[in-house]
């Protein structure tokens, strides 16, 4: 079970999945807390994780969950920003419905069955559908430079796909 953020930054909430693995009970889970990741190392963990955990009390649109779900690692966050949103209904993810460990716990165990039986999701395919992915947002910051730009440097802008 993967944790990425400052565990002693109480807004991260750790203790939330800490009392839930304690709850489960599971000898075999480890709880892997990692702080302070550069970002090649972050997909690392994603894609070696069997579950992500976003346990916050509040937060924006977790960037971290997108990119959970770009790596098709089983998610279980509270419902914060617009994680659950994104999380959509995906197989194998899961928003708690509360901050309490017994419903964290809960989602936990779905997610780890899910994990052990299924492997990974389809949290691609559900990023690629919101136009969360890199491909869609660049084409929206082209867009945008086309809109502001003056008629003549419009056409010089090309899709990226175009770009190589």
Not at 138 to 149: D, E, F, H, M, V
């Amino acid at each position: 079970v993967l944790f990425l953020g400052d565990p002693s930054n109480t807004n991260k909430n750790v203790s939330l999945v800490e009392n839930a693995l304690d709850i489960l009970n599971l000898p075999d889970t480890e709880l892997l807390v990692r702080y302070k990741v550069s970002h090649d190392l972050v997909v690392k963990y994603l894609n070696s994780a069997d579950v992500f955990v976003l346990c916050s009390f509040s937060e924006g649109s977790p960037n971290v969950v997108k990119e959970a779900m770009a790596c098709n690692c089983p998610v279980v966050a509270t419902n914060v920003g617009d994680a659950a949103h994104v999380i959509g209904k995906v197989p194998g993810c899961y928003v708690s419905p509360s901050f309490k460990p017994e419903d964290f716990a809960a989602k936990l165990k779905l997610a780890l069955k899910f994990a052990g039986t299924t492997g990974r999701t389809e949290g691609r395919k559900q990023i690629e559908t919101l136009g969360l992915d890199a491909g869609s947002i660049a084409q929206r910051i082209i867009s945008i430079y086309k809109s502001t730009l003056n008629p003549e440097l419009k056409n010089s802008l090309q899709p990226i796909e175009k770009l190589n």
